[in-house]
């Protein structure tokens, strides 16, 4: 009986081992799922703050346009890249047609692109600017 005794301690022993053991491995799967949402969450923060950027910086180039006078604003319908800090190896275009053939009214549009995100996938914003204003 004695015999049974210390051998079912032995085996209590061996239990605990690979308890923890399993536990240890619960507990590395758990921090790798965590560090795997907490990279995902860093990646995602980024893209939005450079989505909101390249937005803020489309809404300046349209509100530097629309205070332009009508006659300064030029037609450009194929614009050369210009180079931004903002965003990481970033560029704007601002392209400037005759809205529908139009002579009084001009079609603005700003695209923003930038390293991860390529001009075919650009930030884009149109506005339209009439010769007499808002009222013609």
Known sequence: NRL??????????????????????????????????????LRLTLQAKQLTTANNLASQIIETVRSQDFSAIVINADPVPVSTAKLPVGFTKTYITAYQGSDKIKEVTVKVYWENRPEDRAVSQTTLVGQGGIND
Do not use: D, N, P, Y
């Open 4 to 41: 049974t005794h210390r051998q079912t301690k032995q085996r209590a022993r061996g239990m605990t081992l690979v308890e923890i053991l399993i536990v240890l491995v619960i507990f590395s799967l758990a921090i790798l799922v965590i560090l795997g949402v907490f990279t995902l969450a």
